[in-house]
């Protein structure tokens, strides 16, 4: 089954760390942009980091930049989200999304999401 798989989520401290992993099954990322999205309770799905297709460009939302940071492992078909420094309004599940780059519309998996909790 043609599908992204995210895995990592876990509870952690305020300050800690957690490194959550996207990884592509039956297909391979080499033409798709990924991102990373979190969806808080009552609260709608934000977009949290990106990486294009070669992995030469990201981008990160205002509310994680400097803290966290998205990169690919091409020869795994890994998409990694290493989370630092994290904060209780990380709180959220996140999902890996990835878009080809050139049929959008047509090759748009989403997974089903990991739970992360940053918690005293």
């Known amino acids: 089954q043609v599908q992204v798989v995210e895995s990592g989520g876990g509870s952690v401290q305020p300050g800690g760390s957690l490194r959550l992993s996207c990884a592509a099954s039956r297909f391979s990322f080499n033409l798709y942009r990924v991102a990373w999205y979190r969806q808080a309770p009552g609260q709608e799905r934000e977009l949290v980091a990106t990486i294009t297709y070669t992995g030469g460009s990201t981008n990160y939302s205002d509310s994680v930049k400097g803290r966290f940071t998205i990169s690919r492992d091409g020869g795994r078909n890994i998409v990694y989200l290493q989370m630092n420094n994290l904060k209780a309004e990380d709180t959220a599940v996140y999902y890996c999304?990835?878009?080809?780059?050139?049929?959008?519309?047509?090759?748009?998996?989403w997974g089903q999401g990991t739970q992360v909790i940053v918690s005293s």
């Open positions: 999304n990835a878009v080809h780059r050139w049929r959008p519309g047509q090759f748009d998996y």
